[in-house]
């Protein structure tokens, strides 16, 4: 061999060996000022665990680092001064006194102080978009190669249609017209499967936008044109489980990163064993520990780790995208010791923020559960703000479709509502009339306009927050297909090139449809500039002949309601409302501008909710 093929065959090796460490650093960047100075990187690359990692920058100190089962992770523990200085600074890997590979991390400084984040609040009306179905902005990256899932199809109610970042970002306009403050996409990470992936939730890779729905910095400009329109965009996170084509499947970092990493275990989704007193010990472990589906491994929480994994990755997420709110995916299936570790760190660094929780239960005993200022009789302590009111929904729906009997009809709205006293925050609580995982409001409704008008009218003048879903505006439906989640998340009309209907501009909606997306219009925007109804008390009396009455109300404001799901007009004597009344003259339609006074009975349509402003 000569010497110049030995050189250059030392130098292949060198940088072949070179190549196996530090292929990947998470977080991939972290912020100077944080409240807590301490970051944890996970370090991957082959043998990378065999190595030791030196920092040498000023205000960095590498506090701990931790070898895992897996020769290659690292995890390295560090803290950051105070006075340390944003930039980028080298990690080296050493053998012994050797350099054997060097990565780059870089410290950021933050946009804005931890106190500026503001989180959602009952002010904001949420519009919840499944983003491969809303509108498609960008038809070069319907199909990306090395994506598992090579084709898109409408026509296939389970398959990628296409929609993406650019496509929501293109129609902000639209959804600000609308009257909507927030808007929650389903999770727009990588999910690297076979098939059915475009709901979002079989995360593949925590720190990576699916390259089909665009990138990182597609992301980072929906959130930053949302906040210009004065519209808070929310991240869709899953702490409990991920896809079975994660990056790290093949080599996980701990054998027990991941709960049952060896068998398919499904769990019981026995949500009740967080509370009941007598729930046993095998029933618990199964709920927290059981895959969510065949496809859906459970993230090991307990595992120190992954907990300070998971809670990086959502501060990294609140810091990219200057968040206005975290929803968290099925919400009480993760160990319950790691939520509140997990929500209360967040609320701790960012105590303005809001995270809505979804825990699947029309028990408001079982929902109650995971609000923050709780007070639980096992002593569970949580620092979420917000729980998704499933039982409101569940009553909003029966209290319409269901005959006026007693203890049946409209009175379930009643009822529903003077469940209150079980949460620690009433006003805090998500309303919605559906959602991506149920039939859609107009079916629930059995088809009915003026019903899914008065739902309307109910969630949006009620105490909460409320969550509309993308859709509901223009009567959209999956009539004839109970429960089937890809015509419950239908292409939104006009969202795609070619689309003979398009409801952003109105062409071709029907009668029906037209005149429900006006009222929504009209309703959100009325919203937006009273109030009353995101801060005002509530006073509601029984309901009587199928007509249901509550007040929204303040010092300054006073609003009523009537609900009459009466296909009969009915004519309302308004002394019975005497202590909510008195010394007042007349109503304003907060919608027509019709003025009636109080001296007489106020007229009420069948089939009818109406606002009416107190004068």
Not at 409 to 429: C, H, Q, R, S
């Amino acid at each position: 061999m000569t010497i110049r093929r030995f050189i250059a065959a030392i130098l292949l090796i060198v940088i072949a060996s070179s190549a196996l460490f530090a292929q990947r650093i998470e977080p991939l960047n972290w912020w100077v000022g944080l409240k807590n100075p301490d970051v944890q990187l996970m370090i991957q690359g082959e043998a990378i665990g065999e190595t030791t990692p030196v920092i040498s920058h000023p205000g960095v100190t590498v506090k701990k680092v931790t070898k895992a089962d897996s020769k290659n992770y690292l995890f390295v523990d560090i803290r950051i001064a105070k006075t340390t200085r944003p930039g980028s600074f080298p990690i080296q890997f050493r053998k012994g006194s050797k350099v054997v590979s060097t990565a780059t991390y870089t410290l950021l400084a933050r946009q804005q102080d931890a106190a500026q984040f503001k989180g959602f609040t009952p002010a904001d009306v949420i519009y919840l978009i499944v983003p491969d179905r809303f509108a498609n902005g960008d038809l070069t990256n319907d199909v990306v190669a090395g994506m598992k899932e090579t084709t898109i199809n409408r026509r296939l109610a389970g398959g990628r249609h296409g929609g993406d970042l650019r496509g929501i970002i293109n129609h902000l306009d639209y959804i600000a017209d609308m009257g909507y403050t927030a808007i929650w996409p389903t999770p727009l990470l990588e999910n690297n499967m076979a098939a059915y992936s475009y709901h979002g939730y079989s995360i593949t890779n925590h720190y990576k936008v699916d390259p089909r729905y665009g990138t990182l910095d597609d992301y980072k400009e929906l959130a930053a044109k949302a906040r210009q329109k004065g519209i808070k965009l929310i991240y869709d996170e899953v702490l409990n489980h991920i896809g079975t084509g994660y990056w790290w499947m093949g080599d996980l970092p701990f054998k027990n990163w991941l709960n049952y990493p060896d068998t398919l275990t499904i769990t019981n989704h026995r949500r009740t064993v967080n509370q009941d007193l007598y729930a046993a010990r095998y029933d618990k472990k199964l709920m927290t520990n059981g895959w969510f589906d065949r496809t859906m491994p459970d993230m090991n929480a307990q595992n120190e780790w992954m907990a300070n994994y998971l809670i990086q990755n959502t501060i990294w997420w609140i810091e990219t995208l200057q968040l206005g709110g975290v929803r968290q995916d099925t919400y009480g299936y993760s160990d319950k010791a790691f939520l509140t570790k997990w929500s209360c760190r967040i609320m701790d660094e960012y105590p303005n923020f809001s995270m809505v929780g979804e825990e699947w239960s029309v028990n408001p005993l079982i929902t109650s559960y995971w609000q923050r200022g709780k007070q639980n009789r096992d002593g569970y302590q949580s620092c979420l703000t917000t729980i998704m009111d499933f039982p409101m929904q569940e009553a909003l729906v029966q209290a319409l479709t269901e005959p006026e009997t007693w203890g049946r009809g409209i009175t379930k709205l009643y009822e529903g509502l003077a469940n209150d006293f079980v949460y620690a925050d009433p006003k805090n609580m998500l309303v919605m009339g559906d959602n991506h995982d149920m039939d859609r409001l107009f079916t629930q409704l059995n088809n009915n306009v003026d019903l899914t008008k008065m739902a309307l009218t109910y969630l949006l003048t009620i105490r909460g927050i409320p969550q509309i879903y993308y859709g509901t505006e223009i009567l959209m439906e999956n009539t004839g297909h109970h429960k089937v989640d890809g015509l419950i998340r239908s292409d939104f009309p006009g969202g795609w090139p070619g689309d003979t209907t398009n409801a952003f501009t109105g062409n071709r909606l029907t009668a029906n449809q037209q005149a429900m997306q006006t009222y929504t219009k009209q309703l959100l925007n009325w919203r937006k500039v009273n109030p009353v109804i995101a801060n005002g008390d509530t006073r509601h009396f029984a309901p009587s002949d199928g007509v249901y009455v509550y007040f929204r109300y303040n010092n300054a404001r006073k609003v009523m309601v009537v609900m009459n799901k009466s296909t009969d007009a009915k004519s309302l004597e308004m002394t019975r409302y005497k202590e909510m009344l008195d010394g007042h003259q007349t109503v304003k339609n907060a919608l027509t501008g019709q003025t009636q006074t109080l001296s007489q009975p106020v007229s009420v349509p069948a089939m009818s909710a109406t606002i009416w402003e107190v004068k």
